[in-house]
């Protein structure tokens, strides 16, 4: 260990490298896999050398604390994506399709109504990724695998949502890789895009078996600081 904490961008370089040759070994090209960097919990002053160094698409992970963070921000870097990768209330719904671009959370019919109404009322049409419950854990949001086909199609056909990908949480302490395969296989049969999966611990399996999007905090921005 060096005295010197790496900085954002170093660590972004260090983990595409790494995730360029997992893509590589995959046989997958190798600007398939988008960073997104989670910067939930660190203030602007972190975030800003990452957007200076370029990077542009970001995950927060609570409604209230990116909208006192992000205007600034966002001001300065226009071309920035946010993505919501927490879980949504549906009262923080019309704040959510105010502010960010892509939701990826969107795990029960009650909050797909309320953001294909509120998307209505607002005149946006966000992407929005469906997440799966992959592990079936009784404590963890997400759709229940059982039930993701019936849920992928209401979304599409009923609520008239840009549903674009799926997303999932792996349980803690088990294998991944069989989570990333199941996302995987539900989305092919959907000709669903973008699959959300793989965090600083597990980004390059999740690149093998097919992630689209990778969700980093720590190997980017170091340990959250605790409040
Ligand atoms: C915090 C968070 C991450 C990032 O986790 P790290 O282990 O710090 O990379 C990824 N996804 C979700 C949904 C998170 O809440």
Redesign the pocket.
Known sequence: MTNAAPSPADNLRLIAEDLKTALANAGRAPDSVTITA?S?VHDAARILPALEAGHRVF?E?RVQEALQKWPPLRDQFPDTELRL??PLQTNKVKEAVGFFDVIETVDRPKLAKALATEMDKQQKTLGVLIQINTGDEPQKAGIAPAEADAFIAACRDDFGLNVQGLMC?PPVGEDPAPHFALLAKIAARHGLAQLSMG???DCTIAAQLGATHV?????IFGMRPTK
């Open positions: 989670v939930k995950g992970n990768i927490g949480i965090m600083s611990a969700r980093i905090g720590t190997g």
